[in-house]
C-alpha cells in the first residue's frame, strides 16, 4: 500500500503530461486551418500572427479556434518596433533574455502589441513587417 501511494504523485503528473500535450495539439491542429487564409503566419503560445496583403490579424490561439482576433492595416501604422522588457531593442543586438513583443504604434495613437515567446522569432517577424510596411510608406 505504501509503494502504491509512492507512485500515486507519478501517475498523477504522467496524467497532467499527457493532458497538456493533447491540448496543445490541438490549439496547433486549429492553428493550422486558422492559417490557411494568411500569406505568412506564426503560432505561438501567447498568440496567433496572421499577414495577408496589407492586413495584420492576431488574437489568442485555444483548442476550439481563435479568439479575441484583432486586425489593422500596415497603411494605418506610425512604426513597428521590437519590445524586450517592454523597453524599444535593435534588430542587430538582440538582449537573450526578456518578455518580447513586436508593438504597432498607429496613427490614431493607438499601439498594439504582440506577445512572442522567443526574442530571435520576434526579431526575424519585425524585421518582415518592417520591410513589408515601408515598402509602400
Known amino acids: 500500500m505504501a509503494r502504491g501511494l509512492l507512485w500515486l504523485p507519478l501517475l498523477a503528473a504522467f496524467i497532467w503530461l499527457a493532458w497538456s500535450g493533447w ?10 486551418i486558422w492559417a490557411e487564409d494568411f500569406d505568412n503566419a506564426k503560432f505561438d503560445i501567447y498568440a496567433v500572427l496572421g499577414k495577408k ?19 489593422f492595416s500596415l497603411d494605418d501604422v ?8 517592454d ?6 543586438d538582440l ?30 517577424w519585425c524585421a518582415y513587417l518592417q520591410k513589408e510596411w515601408q515598402s509602400i510608406s
Not at 24 to 29: G, I, N, S, V
Not at 87 to 92: A, F, G, I, S
Open 78 to 85: 506610425k512604426e513597428i518596433n521590437l519590445l524586450v522588457g
Open 53 to 71: 496583403a496589407r492586413r495584420v490579424t492576431w488574437g489568442k490561439p485555444t483548442r476550439k479556434g481563435m479568439i479575441e482576433l484583432k486586425d
Open 23 to 32: 491540448n496543445e495539439y490541438q490549439k496547433l491542429e486549429a492553428y493550422k
Open 95 to 124: 538582449p537573450s533574455k526578456g518578455s518580447t513583443a513586436i508593438e504597432f504604434d498607429l496613427v490614431d495613437s493607438e499601439s498594439i502589441r504582440v506577445p512572442f515567446t522567443d526574442i530571435s522569432l520576434a526579431a526575424k
Open 87 to 92: 523597453r524599444p531593442v535593435e534588430l542587430d
